[in-house]
C-alpha cells in the first residue's frame, strides 16, 4: 500500500502506555503516511480509562503541537474515541470548545445502560457475566439486543467520521473468556447485525477493521466478523484499517490479517483522511 494509516490509537493520557510523540516516532519508522490520535473520551465527564476534563486541553495542545513537529514526516490528526452513552454522552464535534475540537471522531459503544445499572460490554469476562446477571436478570440475548440498539442510536444521534469495533460484543466470546456469552450463529444475533449494517449505512459513516483484540491475545480475528464485513461491502459501507494500539509494538498489528478479511469479504480499497478530505485507496 502506498498509503499507510491508523485513526485508532491511545496513548498515556488515557489507558495507552506511550506517549504521543513516541507514537508519532513509531509511525515514522514504520513509514506511515497519516496517523490520528484518538484518546477515550466522554467530554465534559469521565472515568478513570478516559481523558479527564482538563486533560483534554493538554492532549490537544500536545497532538498540535507534534503535528507542527513533524508536518514534513507525517500527517497528523486529532481526534477521540468519543462514547455514546445516552443522556450522558454523544460524539459529536459540537460539544467539544475550539481549544480541543477535534479534526475526527470514532464513535463508540462501550456500555449499555438499562433500567438499573449497565454492561461493559468489553469489561473483565466474570464482570461482565455478572453484570448481565444483576442488570438484565440473566438474559444475555436481550444485552446483546441492546448493545446493538445502543450502537444504532449512537449512529442516529452522533456526528462522526468512524465506527469503531462494530461488533465488540464477542470479546465475550473469547477463547480467554470461562465460557462463551453466546452463539454467533443464532438467526436473532444475524437480525441484530443485519439491522445494524442497514442504520450505518444509511448514517453514511466509515467502518474500522480493528485488530485490536488480536494483539491482546482475546481473539484470532478482527471486528467485524467475516460475515459482517461482507454485510457492510453489500452495502458500499467504506472501510479502514485501525489497530486500536495502546502501545507502539500494535500500531499496526495484523494489518495483513486485516487486509486478507476485507478482500476476502469482497473490499478493493480503503478510506483515509487527509486534511479535511476523504479519499479512496487501492489494496
Excluded at 20 to 37: C, D, K, L, W, Y
Excluded at 106 to 112: E, K, P, R
Excluded at 230 to 246: Q, R
Amino acid at each position: 500500500m502506498t498509503v499507510k494509516t491508523n485513526y485508532h490509537m491511545h496513548t498515556t493520557f488515557c489507558d495507552g502506555k506511550c506517549s504521543p510523540e513516541q507514537m508519532v516516532q513509531e509511525a515514522i519508522s514504520r513509514n506511515f503516511t497519516t496517523i490520528g490520535f484518538s484518546g477515550h473520551s466522554m467530554f465534559p465527564f469521565a472515568s478513570d480509562w478516559h481523558i479527564s476534563y482538563r486533560d483534554h486541553f493538554s492532549y490537544a495542545k500536545e497532538i498540535n503541537r507534534l503535528k507542527e513537529a513533524y508536518r514534513d514526516k507525517l500527517e497528523i490528526l486529532l481526534g477521540y474515541e468519543c462514547d455514546y452513552v445516552a443522556g450522558v454522552s454523544c460524539p459529536t464535534k459540537e460539544q467539544y470548545p475550539d481549544e480541543v475540537k477535534p479534526d475526527y471522531l470514532i464513535g463508540a459503544v462501550h456500555y449499555v445502560p438499562w433500567v438499573k445499572g449497565y454492561f461493559g460490554v468489553d469489561t473483565f469476562f466474570d464482570k461482565a457475566r455478572e453484570q448481565i446477571k444483576d442488570v438484565f436478570k440473566g438474559d444475555v440475548k436481550k444485552a446483546v439486543q441492546e448493545y446493538f440498539a445502543c450502537e444504532r442510536e449512537m449512529l442516529r444521534d452522533g456526528d462522526f467520521q468512524i465506527l469503531a469495533h462494530c461488533d465488540l460484543i464477542k470479546i465475550q466470546n473469547s477463547k480467554m473468556a470461562p465460557y462463551p456469552l453466546f452463539d454467533e450463529n443464532e438467526g436473532w444475533y444475524k437480525d441484530s447485525i443485519r439491522e445494524t449494517v442497514d442504520a450505518i449505512a444509511k448514517s453514511g459513516v466509515c467502518v474500522e477493521i480493528n485488530t485490536g483484540a488480536i494483539a491482546r491475545g482475546k481473539l484470532d480475528v478482527p471486528y467485524p466478523s467475516l460475515e459482517m464485513l461482507e454485510m457492510l461491502h453489500g452495502k458500499n459501507v467504506p472501510i479502514t484499517l485501525s489497530s486500536d494500539a495502546h502501545s507502539t509494538e500494535h500500531i499496526d498489528y495484523a494489518f495483513d490479517q486485516a487486509v486478507e478479511l476485507a478482500k476476502k469479504a469482497g473490499y478493493t480499497e480503503f478510506m483515509y483522511f487527509s486534511g479535511s478530505r476523504s479519499l479512496m485507496q487501492k489494496f
